[in-house]
Each structure stands twice: as C-alpha cells, then as structure tokens.
C-alpha cells in the first residue's frame, strides 16, 4: 500500500512542476515527513523525478509558443552553475541543517507570496 503514497505525491508533484510551481516545494515535504525518507534520498528523488516532468512541460510550453529562448539561456547557465554549487553544498551539510535550509526556504517563499509585491518593469 506506500507504493500507492509514492504514486500520489509523484503525480502531485509532476501537476505542481508541470504548472510551473516546483514540485520539489511539494514532494520533498511529502517524502520526509509523511512517508519517512532520510533528506538527502528525498532532495535526491526529487531531482531525479524533476527530469521528466520538467522535459514534458517544456514541450508542451514551447509548443505553445510561451518560451523567449534569448532570455532562457542565460538563466539556464546561472541555473546549472548553481545546481552544482548547491549539489556540492548539500553533499557536505548534515540532513537536520538541510532541513532547516529547506523549511526556511519554504517559509521564505510563503512570505513572499503573501507579502510580496511585483518588481516594477
């Protein structure tokens, strides 16, 4: 029967990645606290289950022309060097700090998203 949570959040978390939002903001919680995965295996299947979620959205966005491939790229290469710096970071921290750096990383986001404004073009 967790195969059928396993099954739940992955598809949970591929609407959420399909629409944009992350689903890494959805299914790590869902990993770690509901179904008991250490932190690192759940940020681990979280990048993995990404791959494909992500290559499906962005055909069906490109095919309905909503990507400015210009501006793309330079937030590409920011975002890959990042990921790394990041993965790097990750590898070397202990899971209860990379908890704290999530949950603040969700608190953040949730603040901005009720408080914040839009940047002014």
Do not use: D
Not at 62 to 89: E, M, Q, Y
Not at 91 to 111: K, Q, S, Y
Request: aromatic share 8%; with cysteine; hydrophobic share 60%.
């Amino acid at each position: 029967m967790s195969w059928l949570w396993y099954v739940l959040a992955g598809l949970s978390a591929g609407v959420a990645a399909g629409m944009g939002m992350g689903g890494g903001t959805l299914l790590i919680p869902v990993l770690t606290l509901a179904l008991g995965m250490p932190q690192h295996a759940a940020q681990g299947v979280n990048v993995l289950a990404f791959l494909p979620a992500a290559a499906a959205a962005l055909v069906i966005h490109a095919k309905a022309g909503r990507l400015r491939f210009r501006t793309c790229f330079p937030i590409i290469l920011a975002g890959a060097v990042g990921a790394l710096g990041a993965s790097l970071l990750s590898g070397m921290l202990e899971a209860p700090w990379l908890r704290r750096m999530f949950g603040g990383f969700l608190i953040l986001l949730a603040c901005l998203r009720m408080f914040g404004k839009r940047l002014k073009k």
